[in-house]
């Protein structure tokens, strides 16, 4: 057999010995490395053996290199242990599964014939019905499925496809068949998580990645993307990613493949149905889309026709399809083939549907909706596998997705029987399927497990093309029927081999390909609100440690008795302790404000809040600045150390002002100075000059406790400036000067409106004509007053007033910039 190697002698199985000699497939299961005799398949030789030559040292450094580059990236997947989920770190297995060129040329034949038969049943199914007619397929089966949309029924889709973009989740037998075991249309998950297992691998193992000759799948989805702008009509018009929200736990992917394909990630709230088509919200008003590639099922796409409590999608969509408006991708109710009962009877349609039989199977499936099948079947349980015909999980409420019939007891045997006997629609029985396995890499050797190979076919075109890779899911426990992330599955690559050389095609910039522009796209006003209100949420947490902190370095002060309970007024007022703590030790208020969760002014609340709107536009952060706004989560959210109170206080609040000042940092020096940016500054300029006016009211004017001014220069940060110019005794006039006039010190309001007009000037929204924007004369005007102000005039009204403008200018931004409704001329994020 020819090798895959360029110049290279296929290796002898002696000479693998040493490394594979202690792998044992498992009893009865077909490997995929190894065959019957204990040989290793000639594919997966020149693989091993360069693997092998690494030496398990240099193959564990490898490994631990292509979990660094995921972990680096971001990549997670959330798992359901209750209902936040929690965040789990992508789990590559290393080994790919390697298929030979002959075999997938099989495999590929039998999907795109598959995916034809797929096709042809939705079409009839929301057209003529000839299948339901004559009796080929039940009418049960069809209406019967919560996935059919009857709105739909005789609405052919804009651009003629009910499937453009479909995965099949496949199986290998103990005979060596493939089979599938489940199809993918509603909004099929994976294709991004394959890229980011290529790439990790790809850049772990690169002399071996190169060597081998693997087919790219970067021409997939090249033929894919440029299929998805044909379908556009109008050259302005965007393509949408449509996502459920940061919650879902492919999140990542949805966000990932946006970025790889150059799409829009756009959110139900995001969009606005009209008479004349779909637009999203930007910051420079609504911009049109034509094309949504759809990650949200069909039923929370449309609250009025569909869904009623659906917060996920957007009203109206239906009928947008209905009047050619917008091409959805898949189709509306293409979640149809789904079902496991249609499994039952796609091997029967073939040969009249397309005139052949199916080139690769599904498994051997019986739907229990018809009367004589269900009593034959009841007696064979024992052998099968029961399933939900219609969803993923059972209707009568037992948990898990499908029962084992020989692992029941009598009481739980009777009961299923009797499930079935009433609502027998509702269930299938399947042939029991052993899966195959695949090497993984545990404790430095070779280990067999059971695992699936998700596979994916984009319709370009009239044709149909497959990836040429795949998604491969491993079961940690050995004798798994099913495989789910869900329940601790890792992730692997599937590399399919090619005859001759392979080249070199990327989605990924490369610096030969890289072409010179300053702009980066539409802004969506989601986006832009969140990112707003991260800059809010940050900077008050930020005057609340350093409020803490003041706290902390008077405990020992007899004398700061005054100040302190200055602070505890303010933290009152601001939500950040409970109304009934008047007059409790300094260091339990202090303690209180650094680990309420219950209090809105509280950190625990204000990190919070400001995490949970960072992660809704996760993907409009680096890594860094991720990581950096998560540390200060963690860091705010773990039990005080043990210690001396005022310490473990002061410590926790240093820790956490020092991640404030990197994501600062972050912000500054390497987040593009475009649209997004602006709104994050603009929140933080508000909030920041909002809790500067409410420090120099409550510390440096009338009423104000003894100290207060020297406390208001150490929460402004202030204090070297007013030294370096002043006496050290703290005077009034000089230290208001100096927080709210000074045009030069970045912790002034004056700065803060400085850096607000600059920001406001460079958004779209310009005057036509030349004048000021609403958003903008709200600037201006309190801007003024405080540059025509004398520090020795300001008093508790003007910095109320400065107050209440600041308020109205928030008020304004969001009604001009953040829920906009009305269409704009197109606007890029430019440069200002």
Excluded at 374 to 393: C, H, K, P, W, Y
Excluded at 430 to 440: C, D, G, M, R, Y
Excluded at 502 to 513: D, H, N, Q, S, W
Excluded at 564 to 578: F, K, R, V
Aim: hydrophobic letters at 45%; glycine letters at 8%.
């Amino acid at each position: 057999m020819a090798t895959n190697l360029d110049a290279a002698v296929e290796p002898s199985n002696a000479a693998l010995e040493p490394f594979v000699a202690g792998y044992r497939p498992l009893p009865g299961v077909f490997d995929e490395m190894m065959d019957g005799d204990g040989r290793v398949r000639p594919h997966w030789q020149p693989f091993l053996a360069m693997l092998a030559a690494l030496g398990s040292d240099e193959i564990n450094r490898r490994f631990a290199a292509a979990d660094r580059y995921l972990r680096d990236s971001g990549v997670f997947y959330r798992v359901y242990e209750d209902a936040a989920g929690i965040e789990r770190p992508w789990p590559l297995s290393h080994i790919p599964l390697i298929i030979e060129p002959g075999e997938w040329r099989q495999l590929e034949a039998g999907l795109i014939q598959r995916a034809e038969l797929l096709e042809a049943v939705l079409k009839d199914s929301y057209g003529p019905g000839t299948l339901t007619r004559e009796g080929r397929l039940p009418a049960a089966l069809i209406a019967g499925n919560p996935e059919f949309l009857r709105p739909l029924v005789g609405v052919e889709p804009p651009g003629g496809a009910h499937l453009r973009f479909y995965a099949v989740d496949v199986g290998r037998g103990p005979d060596g068949r493939w089979w599938v075991l489940n199809d993918r249309a509603q909004a099929p998950s994976g294709a991004g998580y394959a890229i980011e297992n290529r790439l990790a691998l790809s850049r772990a193992i690169p002399d071996i990645y190169r060597t081998a000759r693997v087919e790219r799948v970067a021409p997939f989805f090249q033929g894919f993307q440029a299929e998805l702008f044909a379908l556009n009509r109008r050259d302005d018009a965007r393509i949408g990613l449509l996502t459920p929200g940061p919650m879902n736990e492919t999140y990542f992917e949805h966000a990932y493949l946006a970025r790889y394909l150059g799409l829009l990630l756009v959110e139900g709230e995001d969009l606005v149905v009209q008479d004349d088509g779909v637009f999203i919200r930007t910051v420079s008003g609504l911009r049109r889309t034509e094309v949504l590639l759809r990650r949200v099922d069909a039923d929370f796409v449309d609250p009025l026709e569909l869904n009623a409590a659906s917060r996920l999608g957007v009203a109206g969509l239906l009928q947008a399809v209905r009047d050619g408006e917008i091409v959805i991708i898949n189709a509306l109710g293409a979640g149809l083939i789904e079902a496991r009962a249609m499994l039952a009877f796609l091997p029967a349609l073939a040969p009249i549907v397309l005139g052949a039989p199916l080139k690769m199977s599904n498994i051997a499936t019986w739907w229990l909706g018809r009367a004589d099948m269900r009593e034959e079947m009841l007696g064979e349980l024992d052998n099968m596998v029961i399933a939900s015909a219609f969803t993923e999980q059972f209707t009568d409420g037992r948990r898990g997705s499908e029962i084992l019939g020989a692992k029941l007891d009598a009481t739980e045997r009777q009961a299923l029987m009797q499930s079935i006997r009433d609502r027998g629609i509702d269930y299938v029985v399947q042939e029991a399927v052993t899966l195959s396995s695949i090497p993984v890499w545990r404790d430095g050797a070779l280990q067999p497990r059971p695992f699936t190979l998700r596979l994916f076919l984009a319709k370009m075109g009239e044709r149909w093309q497959v990836m040429p890779g795949g998604f491969v899911r491993i079961a940690e426990d050995i004798d798994a029927r099913a495989v789910s992330l869900q329940r601790g599955a890792a992730t692997a690559d599937a590399w399919v081999l090619a005859h001759g050389p392979v080249g070199e095609t990327t989605l990924l910039p490369t610096a030969e390909r890289i072409t010179v522009q300053r702009a980066t796209g539409l802004l969506p006003s989601r986006a832009a609100d969140n990112l707003f209100w991260v800059g809010r949420y940050v900077e008050r947490a930020e005057a609340t440690l350093r409020l803490i902190r003041a706290i902390i370095n008077r405990v020992a002060d007899d004398a700061a008795a005054p100040v302190i309970a200055g602070i505890g007024s303010l933290l009152d007022a601001w939500e950040a302790i409970p109304s009934d703590t008047s007059g409790a030790p300094a260091t339990f208020t202090a303690r209180v404000v650094l680990t309420r969760g219950d209090l809105d002014g509280a950190l625990p609340r204000l990190v919070g809040s400001a995490r949970a709107a960072a992660s809704v536009i996760r993907d409009r952060f680096s890594p860094d600045a991720w990581r950096a706004i998560n540390d200060l989560y963690k860091l705010i959210a773990a039990p005080l150390a043990i210690g001396p109170t005022e310490t473990a206080i002061a410590e926790r609040v240093e820790a956490a002002l020092r991640i404030i000042a990197a994501l600062s940092g972050l912000a500054q020096e390497n987040m593009t100075q475009l649209a997004g940016w602006r709104f994050l500054e603009l929140g933080r300029r508000i909030e920041r000059a909002l809790l500067t006016c409410r420090l120099t009211r409550a510390f440096a004017e009338t009423g104000a406790p003894d100290g207060g001014l020297d406390l208001l220069l150490e929460l402004a940060d202030s204090q070297i400036s007013y030294r370096q110019r002043y006496v050290m005794i703290a005077a009034l006039a000089p230290v208001v000067d100096l927080v709210m006039l000074d045009p030069n010190n970045p912790r002034s309001v004056l700065f803060q409106l400085d850096r607000i007009e600059t920001h406001l000037n460079a958004l779209p929204g310009h005057n036509a004509a030349g004048r000021l924007s609403p958003v903008q004369q709200i600037a201006a005007a309190v801007a003024t007053k405080l540059r025509t102000a004398n520090a020795a005039a300001i008093d508790d009204k003007l910095i109320m007033e400065i107050e209440q403008a600041l308020m109205k200018l928030s008020d304004a931004i969001s009604s001009s910039f953040l829920t906009s409704n009305e269409r704009s001329e197109m606007m890029w994020e430019a440069l200002a």
